[in-house]
């Protein structure tokens, strides 16, 4: 149901119900209009509030980053910026910033104590020892995150007070019992249909198309054909990773690795064990003598009106008072020991009930988890030497290939690949990390780059052999695709101008059934369908979808289904919302209306905020903070210019 409020919000209802907010903006006061004509060295501009390049940089490789991990693949900042993100980036810092820069205005801002507060919610702030705030800690962090101080308590204060203005907002809000009863009503309407659709098997078979027409064609859908700038590469790994399989194990180092890890990896001896604590030596001796003669431990210890203190398979650390774990650990199992002084309670007696034996595994033990560690270990040595040796053939003067070859190892040739780490049929190569490929891609054709850090003490060296601009692929390597597309495409031209023609037939007074006989179709007929219903029909499509609920009683129409077809349809009836059935929905969505209703205040909120602030943006000065020169570009950039107004 919230799905279609979406459409719903268009409406007359929607629009004087959610212009409210924005006559409260009014009747606020709210100065949003700032002096025009001040440069400043900002790429982003709302009045108080502005994002420095530095900070759009920061902004920008956190948004990419996050990108890349939904996608799954590398993406180039020029890349990026060529696909608009940019743009994207800056509309919502915009955004962003002019609702701060409103919120302000409006006099909420945050206490002192409240921003104070929440530094004391970082950990990391404070001295782990003292426990006290320590200026220098909090210093470094903020440091880390490319920011100052200030511009880190200008975040949070902004952040708080966008908080407790959505909550003032929030407080009580419930979407009206009306709008609710708009909205069952809009989404329970039903309609009954009669429709035939239409196929391959109703209409006449395109022919294959000539050279000529597929290069057309090609030419049509340039944008989608494209092949971005690939590049091949000469690669050479020192790689630890893949030598330590094929590494022998050197005895001497296993034993070395056993005696470093045995301790650690060894079980501790446990016991359990019941401690009674008492006051002087002479009551220890008497609940000594009562333990041995079979008394419970605990019985014992309510006698005489103190807690006793249990231990269940405990290693030795575990016990609280150090002298009670060294006697506890000399007794054996179903002893009692005598009076103990004890640091904590005075005296302590403990009767151990149960021992488990502690076990320091052998070599063969460890041999599994020793033996590969033991093999990187020394297949890392190997490529440290193996570096070493191509450093001294290629600072001699050899190429990348020789200088492998020199060192032991094999020169790879990859590609051509794009900055995705994908083939020509778009498919991914193996073995290409993301730092790999961002350094590929950033180096000139002929660049080559020495001994790169690939993490986990993986290294690479690397040529840059060939780049390839962005071009459309030769015909004969994309021929069997671009005639299946051409025939969908020319097979659905048929279908919707035979659609329009029964279409218009029916229109004229042709009936459902004789129309659909004209092509030997099938009539159906499809009763009580709503919108809630239909909204998750992927069958039909969106656009198909909005026919059928924009069609009024009588009406016929066509539309292509989500397949290689085309549907034509009459409505035979309208009818509204059975009361019983709106009342229950509108009952049982309330809170998600409402819900949805307060979303749609914010968006609004934001939507009057960039309204009244005006907020500006530097498009060239944003490239230029990711290093994204005009040059680089291979089109224009996307709508922004200097100083432009945020969309």
Do not use: C
Not at 69 to 87: E, I, M, S
Not at 114 to 133: A, C, S, V
Not at 534 to 562: P, W, Y
Not at 574 to 591: E, F, I, K, N
């Amino acid at each position: 149901m919230l799905h279609m409020f979406r459409r719903l919000a268009n409406t007359w209802v929607a629009r004087v119900l959610l212009g409210v907010l924005a006559l409260a903006f009014v009747f606020w006061g709210i100065n949003g209009t700032r002096q025009s004509g001040t440069l400043t060295n900002e790429v982003v501009h709302a009045g108080s509030h502005t994002i420095s390049p530095d900070s759009f940089k920061r902004y920008f490789q956190t948004a990419l980053q996050d990108a890349e991990k939904q996608a799954g693949q590398q993406v180039t900042n020029l890349d990026a910026v060529q696909h608009g993100f940019d743009v994207q980036l800056l509309q919502g810092l915009s955004s962003d910033e002019a609702f701060a820069e409103l919120t302000t205005r409006m006099g909420v801002r945050p206490a002192p104590d409240l921003i104070i507060g929440e530094l004391r919610k970082q950990p990391d702030f404070f001295d782990p020892i003292t426990g006290k705030f320590d200026q220098n800690a909090y210093q470094q962090k903020v440091s880390q995150l490319d920011m100052t101080t200030t511009q880190f308590e200008s975040q949070i204060r902004d952040e708080i007070a966008r908080d407790q203005l959505a909550t003032g907002l929030a407080a009580g809000l419930k979407a009206p019992r009306t709008l609710g009863a708009i909205v069952a009503d809009f989404e329970l309407e039903a309609r009954t249909l009669t429709y035939f659709t239409l196929d391959q098997h109703n209409v006449d078979q395109p022919a294959l198309p000539t050279d000529d027409q597929l290069m057309a064609f090609m030419k049509q859908n340039s944008t989608a054909l494209m092949r971005p700038e690939m590049r091949t590469l000469t690669v050479v790994r020192f790689s630890p990773k893949l030598m330590a399989p094929n590494m022998p194990v050197d005895p001497a180092a296993l034993q070395k690795a056993y005696d470093f890890k045995k301790d650690s990896l060894s079980t501790p001896e446990k016991r359990t064990l019941v401690e009674v604590p008492v006051r002087d030596a002479a009551t220890a001796a008497t609940v000594a003598k009562r333990i041995g003669a079979g008394e419970a431990p605990e019985a014992v210890a309510k006698s005489l009106n103190v807690q006793p203190i249990a231990y269940a398979d405990a290693i030795k650390s575990a016990v609280a008072d150090p002298k009670v774990a060294d006697a506890a650990f000399a007794l054996k199992e179903g002893q009692t020991s005598g009076p103990i002084q004890s640091d904590l309670s005075g005296y302590a007696v403990i009767k151990v009930s149960a021992v488990t034996p502690g076990k320091i595994p052998t070599l063969d033990d460890l041999r599994p988890q020793l033996e590969p560690q033991v093999k990187l270990d020394a297949a890392k040595k190997k490529a440290y030497d193996e570096v070493q040796k191509f450093d001294d053939a290629h600072g001699g003067g050899a190429n990348i290939v020789d200088a492998a070859s020199k060192a032991g190892l094999a020169a790879e040739t990859i590609g051509p690949i794009s900055a995705q780490g994908t083939d020509l049929n778009n498919k991914p190569v193996d073995g290409l990390s993301p730092k790999l490929l961002k350094d590929a891609f950033a180096q000139a054709q002929g660049g080559e780059i020495d001994d790169e850090d690939d993490g986990n003490g993986e290294y690479f060296s690397m040529r840059v052999d060939k780049v390839t601009p962005p071009a459309l692929p030769a015909l004969a390597d994309v021929k069997g695709q671009l005639i299946q597309d051409y025939m969908v495409q020319e097979m659905l031209k048929r279908l919707h101008a035979k659609a329009d023609e029964l279409t218009a037939a029916i229109k004229k007074g042709e009936t459902m059934d004789a129309a659909a006989a004209s092509v030997k179709a099938q009539v159906g007929h499809a009763v009580d369908i709503t919108r809630q219903g239909m909204a998750q029909n992927r069958a039909l499509g969106g656009e198909l979808l909005q026919k059928i609920f924009e069609a009024k009683q009588g009406e016929v129409f066509n539309g292509q289904t989500s397949q290689v077809q085309v549907m034509v349809a009459h409505v035979d009836t309208v009818a509204p919302a059975a009361p019983g059935v709106a009342a229950s929905m509108v009952l049982g969505q309330r809170t998600q209306l409402s819900e949805q209703l307060f979303q749609d205040m914010g968006d609004l909120a934001r939507t009057a905020a960039k309204e009244r602030i005006k907020p500006t943006f530097d498009i060239n000065l944003a490239r230029q903070a990711i290093s994204v020169s005009p040059d680089q570009l291979s089109s224009s950039p996307p709508a922004g210019t200097k100083k432009a107004p945020a969309p």
